[in-house]
């Protein structure tokens, strides 16, 4: 058998505060090396519970993989509650205390005592690298299964699941049937329309799985199969990709931003971006990608009537007449930061994002998008439901989707 089970430890996510994001890369690192995951739960931080939690599931599976309260406050319980429910003590652990003192000697620091108290490991547990905290995981067997402890931060749990976790993956293969997965990324297409042209292939009973998960204009849709059905997959995977066509953003789950500055970059092309409603919400997303300021040119935030006319030259007579929730408004803002910063394409976003109508009767989820490139400016009238988040995202979505398909 090789069952696996995953336990994210944190009051956080038991109330609520937090959502727990850290058990989608977990599965597929597991399902990759033949571990299939029976069982995922979360648990307080609450020393008992957590005693209680690892006794039930190390009871059930040979694996035992725990998130969460590794960190060097006193709410922090995880490593001395585990240590408890495996009947061993703590001690400071060499390798540990080795890596904690590399992470902050590469920062210019000198760890506290306090930081070095996340090296008191259970007795006979492995330390596993963390490249990007202070919280090293590690590895403790306890009868026949194998606890594996990790922090909760989800950019350091990547991390370790991309390096120390694989590798002691790598050489602790489970026999479970290897799992293969490709998620693509969808935009432009309702969750619901999109089901319709895709009802027979997500039926279930077949050997490959196609889950859909809605995001803030995007769609994933992850497809699975056991590695024995890897022809399957793909044949499925190119069938999504001719029924759906344009919309398909990336084969790879690449995110929209992403697409859009891979193909600006290989275009050698540069982009200015105009945000009244979506308050840089289309710049924030763009330069969160690695090499966005080879594209980026700038970007400027007009949320006021008068920004939009000092700053990007829109016709005050226009917004006087029309406001500027509307689709001539959008336009102009766009052709006017392509002129002022000397881009091949510019953005512009304007709307109401609610939750109530404007003064002029526009109801909220009304937007406009615009994008102006040197052989004409086209733009696109929208209605988005949902919280005042909600058409922010979404409109910034739809920015950058208008965008990735004039670039073919």
């Not at 200015?272 to 935030?301: K, W, Y």
């Not at 394409?345 to 109801?363: H, I, K, M, Q, S």
């Amino acid at each position: 058998m090789s069952s696996a089970a995953l336990l994210a430890i944190g009051d956080e996510l038991i109330a609520g505060r937090v959502r727990e994001g850290n058990f989608p890369p977990l599965i597929a690192a597991l399902g990759a090396h033949g571990w299939r995951v029976g069982a995922a739960r979360l648990c307080a931080d609450d020393a008992a519970d957590i005693v209680d939690a690892i006794h039930d599931l190390c009871a059930h599976h040979n694996l035992v993989l725990t998130t969460g309260g590794l960190g060097p406050t006193e709410d922090d319980l995880t490593s001395a509650a585990i240590a408890r429910a495996v009947g061993v003590e703590q001690r400071r652990d060499a390798s540990a205390e080795a890596m904690i003192r590399a992470y902050f000697a590469a920062v210019g620091r000198t760890p506290s005592e306090v930081n070095l108290r996340q090296a008191d490991l259970p007795i006979g547990a492995v330390a596993l690298r963390n490249p990007c905290g202070t919280a090293p995981g590690f590895v403790l067997p306890y009868g026949s299964s194998q606890i594996v402890v990790l922090p909760g931060v989800p950019r350091e749990v990547l991390a370790i699941a991309e390096t120390s976790l694989q590798d002691w993956l790598a050489a602790h293969e489970g026999t479970a049937p290897r799992r293969m997965s490709r998620t693509l990324s969808v935009a432009g297409l309702p969750e619901a329309a999109l089901g319709e042209q895709l009802r027979d292939l997500m039926q279930r009973g077949g050997p490959v799985l196609i889950g859909s998960y809605p995001g803030a204009g995007e769609v994933r849709l992850h497809l699975e199969a056991d590695a024995a059905h890897a022809d399957a997959l793909e044949s499925v995977a190119r069938e999504v990709e001719s029924r759906l066509g344009a919309h398909v953003v990336s084969r790879s789950g690449a995110s929209l931003e992403a697409v859009v500055v891979q193909r600006l970059r290989e275009r050698g092309a540069q982009l200015a971006v105009a945000e009244s409603l979506t308050g840089g919400l289309v710049m924030a997303r763009l330069i969160a990608i690695p090499g966005a300021s080879v594209c980026c040119r700038g970007g400027v935030v007009a949320y006021d009537d008068a920004m939009k006319v000092s700053l990007l030259g829109v016709d005050a007579s226009l917004l006087q007449r029309e406001g500027a929730v509307c689709e001539a408004v959008a336009v102009a803002m766009a052709e006017g930061l392509r002129l002022r910063l000397g881009t091949e394409f510019a953005l512009a976003t304007t709307g109401v994002a609610g939750p109530g109508a404007d003064e002029r009767g526009n109801p909220a989820g009304r937007v406009f998008v615009a994008l102006a490139t040197g052989s004409g400016t086209q733009a696109r009238a929208l209605s988005i439901p949902g919280s005042r988040l909600d058409v922010r995202e979404r409109s910034a979505s739809a920015a950058l989707d208008l965008l990735r398909r004039a670039l073919g």
